[in-house]
């Protein structure tokens, strides 16, 4: 299985690792299901950590661009879309989806999450993945 997690996975994953977000990267960094990234992606997540209200240090921020890099797929889409109108910025997220063939994005937009499915990609909570994982309890 192929997803593309939303830069808020990532933020909300690393610094509340107890919750639902922080349960799909540890699951993503056990093999549980491949994932599909991208340089707009990863450039996004960088970015918002750095200027997150919660500092990681500079080597922290490193750390997390090499494991992505080491432990994604990683895509340069060819197609671009239009379709989350109210914000551009994360047309990305389905640019690499499709280009990478991921059944599934994850994130916490509401942009994205009520599209509920494009191109056969479906758009999905954290909360919704962990079911799909069959995690029955994503608390630590």
Request: no cysteine; glycine share 4%.
């Amino acid at each position: 299985m192929r997803a593309v997690l939303d830069t808020n996975i990532f933020v909300s994953g690393i610094h509340w690792k107890n919750g639902a977000s922080g349960r799909v990267l540890d699951f993503w960094l056990e093999g549980k299901f491949e994932l599909i990234s991208s340089e707009a992606t990863i450039d996004e997540i960088v970015e918002t950590l750095r200027d997150f209200k919660i500092n990681l240090s500079f080597n922290e921020i490193l750390i997390w661009v090499s494991v992505l890099a080491e432990e994604s797929f990683f895509v340069e889409p060819i197609l671009a879309f239009d379709v989350v109108k109210e914000d551009q910025d994360d047309n990305k997220f389905l640019e690499a989806g499709v280009e990478g063939e991921a059944d599934y994005i994850v994130s916490k937009d509401n942009h994205l999450l009520k599209l509920v499915e494009f191109k056969d990609i479906k758009i999905v909570s954290p909360e919704e993945f962990l079911k799909v994982l069959d995690v029955k309890d994503y608390t630590r």
